[in-house]
T-cell receptor, first 112, second 111 residues
Framework: GENVEQHPSTLSVQEGDSAVIKCTYS??????FPWYKQELGKGPQLIID?????GEKKDQRIAVTLNKTAKHFSLHITETQPEDSAVYFC???????????FGTGTRLKVLA | DTAVSQTPKYLVTQMGNDKSIKCEQN?????MYWYKQDSKKFLKIMFS???????INETVPNRFSPKSPDKAHLNLHINSLELGDSAVYFC??????????FGPGTRLTVL
């Protein structure tokens, strides 16, 4: 069935370092890949997304890359700050559907 | 001017009770969703409505019944609550098959 694997489950980095979170999806019909940040006690907030016709997208310190052949996509955060600490979720949405399949989440800790 | 709002934020109740969670969005979106997030943070879709019609109905016990009185509202009613229903429930909305925007969540605790 449809599945999204996300790694690592936890990630600790020093402030100012980069963080990379990786996801692999199983449904080759997926064509939309959003990333969400969830802070403690809050709902997931969209931080960046990418569509299958694009290989890379950047927004300030955040970038996402997509490799359709390998069915991999990754989130890159540069110059991490303590306020980046949160749980991050990737998701994949099969073409023509309303459905998101979420990854299992990565708890990122940025150490000051 | 909250985009997706849910009430209540916290809900503590006894096993066997019936409870409802309400969701409203002021984004003008056509599609609304209910998700369940368990203690391990797994986010799983439960239901989705598009223009008041049910379009996604995952394998959810029929004790859970969604209701969409209009495009801007999607409520979740749960009958005969069980311990395993304890979780955080999120409502979300989207403009069709596109980016979903989540509410702040309702933490349900069943004692």
């Amino acid at each position: 069935g449809e599945n999204v694997e996300q790694h690592p489950s936890t990630l600790s980095v020093q402030e100012g370092d980069s963080a990379v979170i990786k996801c692999t999806y199983s449904d080759s019909a997926s064509n939309y890949f959003p990333w969400y940040k969830q802070e403690l006690g809050k709902g997931p907030q969209l931080i960046i997304d990418i569509r299958s016709n694009v290989g890379e997208k950047k927004d300030q310190r955040i970038a996402v890359t997509l490799n359709k052949t390998a069915k991999h996509f990754s989130l890159h955060i540069t110059e991490t700050q303590p306020e980046d600490s949160a749980v991050y979720f990737c998701a994949a949405s099969p073409s023509g559907t309303y459905k998101y399949i979420f990854g299992t989440g990565t708890r990122l800790k940025v150490l000051a | 001017d909250t985009a997706v709002s849910q009430t209540p934020k916290y809900l503590v109740t006894q096993m066997g009770n019936d409870k409802s969670i309400k969701c409203e969005q002021n984004l003008g979106h056509d599609t609304m969703y209910w998700y369940k997030q368990d203690s391990k943070k797994f986010l799983k879709i439960m239901f989705s409505y598009n223009n008041k019609e049910l379009i996604i109905n995952e394998t959810v016990p029929n004790r859970f019944s969604p209701k969409s009185p209009d495009k801007a509202h999607l409520n979740l009613h749960i009958n005969s609550l069980e311990l395993g229903d304890s979780a955080v429930y999120f409502c979300a909305s989207s403009p069709g098959k596109d980016t979903q925007y989540f509410g702040p969540g309702t933490r349900l605790t069943v004692l």
